[in-house]
């Protein structure tokens, strides 16, 4: 992991940390300046930057917190700054969280005041019984169900779906080109990916992209993306590459920041900032000058920490108040043991202890980790 002294200045340019670490990747610093404005989410009082270590404690927040679920650790893609599996061997069947469990979780996550559940991995369609795992969470929560899904098992599987409850479905495609997918992706095809979008268009409430921009790797697609996004009438979110130390050197060499994508839009079709919708959601978002609504997650730079709202519960049951937290509170003895109180109490100390452990805050102990394990 990077380390870290302070987060962004206030003219925009890159704390001095980012700097060093995206030195030989991004232009010079005098050159970002006013390309990220105030209003897209910098590091600024009321929403807080990586050194805004304590978020919750004994407070709380006022509009209830948002959870990500991790259903499984694998993922039969192969995306080149992920790395499934290489960091910590995978899980086996017997360590992953079964139904029951997310039955008696979403009943304590209720209590707690959980107002969005995203549904995550790996890839959580890989697993058999999602469409039970979704119900558990709506038979108990009155909130949003979302996934997160590379979308190539999705189309048959929409119908069980929505019947148990799913709101919204976020797919993940990194590219257009179908050879240039396979080839950042590992597996699959463009194609079918597209399919799913537009059949999760006909069933479901709410559809989004997730691009990753790789410098050099598809950064040229970007008006590509956009021009998808106006003919299917998606949002497409463009995010920043993540060091999470599964793939150092890829990251380094394909990284470009938030910055750089809305200079490049902003360039071609022009661009003004729009407020996010919610203070904790991660994209900022943005509106070309021809109308076009598009959102940009650029965490590794800009991040949202004093903010973020968010509580990660992996699939062998440790909840964690943070992406880069390499501890957290392993609900699995109050599962074991079936009382609702204890794992309620559990859950409320995951959530008190909430604090940053992102690259930008010193002092913080940090692990390598896959995204597929931790859950993005």
């Known amino acids: 992991m990077a380390p870290s002294t302070c987060p962004p200045s206030n003219d925009g340019r890159l704390a001095p940390w980012k700097r060093s670490f995206h030195a030989n990747n991004e232009e010079s610093a005098s050159e970002q300046t006013n390309v990220w404005p105030e209003s897209s989410g910098r590091h600024r009082p009321g929403r807080g930057g990586p050194n805004s270590s304590s ?48 039955r008696r979780l979403a009943t304590a996550f209720a209590q707690l005041g959980v107002r969005k559940v995203r549904f995550t991995g790996g ?93 050099g790797r598809n950064d040229d697609e970007i008006s590509d993306f956009l021009a998808l996004s106006r003919r299917l009438g998606v949002e497409v979110r463009f995010i920043e590459l993540m060091n999470t130390g599964s793939a150092v050197a890829y990251t380094r060499a394909a990284f470009l920041s938030g910055r750089e994508i809305v200079a490049r839009v902003r360039a071609e079709r022009g661009a003004s900032p729009l407020p996010r919708r919610a203070a904790a959601d991660p994209a900022a978002l943005w509106r070309t000058d021809d109308g076009l609504t598009f959102g940009v997650i650029a965490s590794d730079t800009e991040s949202f920490c004093g903010a973020c709202d968010r509580l990660r519960l992996s699939a062998n049951g440790v909840l964690r108040g943070c992406l880069y937290e390499s501890g957290g509170v392993d609900l699995g003895e109050p599962l074991r043991r079936a009382d609702p109180g204890l794992l309620l109490a559990a859950v409320a100390r995951a959530a008190a202890s909430k604090q940053s452990f992102h690259p930008g805050v010193p002092g913080k102990r940090r692990l390598p980790f896959s995204m597929a394990e931790a859950g993005g």
């Open 123 to 215: 890839e959580p369609l890989l697993r058999d019984d999602l469409p039970e795992v979704v119900a558990a969470f709506r038979d108990a929560l009155d909130c949003t169900l979302s996934l997160t899904t590379n979308g190539v098992l999705l189309p048959p599987r929409l119908p069980a779906l929505r019947a148990a409850g799913l709101h919204g479905a976020t797919i993940h495609v990194d590219s257009l080109q179908p050879d240039r997918y396979r080839a950042l992706m590992g597996e699959g095809s463009v194609e079918q990916a597209l399919l799913a979008v537009n059949d999760a268009k006909r069933s479901l409430a709410e559809v989004k992209i997730n691009c990753v921009v790789q410098r």
């Open 55 to 102: 978020i919750v404690g004994s407070t709380g927040l006022a509009s209830g917190y948002t959870l990500r679920v991790s259903l499984t650790d694998r993922c039969q893609y192969r995306c080149l700054y992920c790395k499934p599996g290489s960091v910590t061997p995978y899980l086996n069947g017997s360590e992953r969280l079964a139904v029951g469990d997310y």
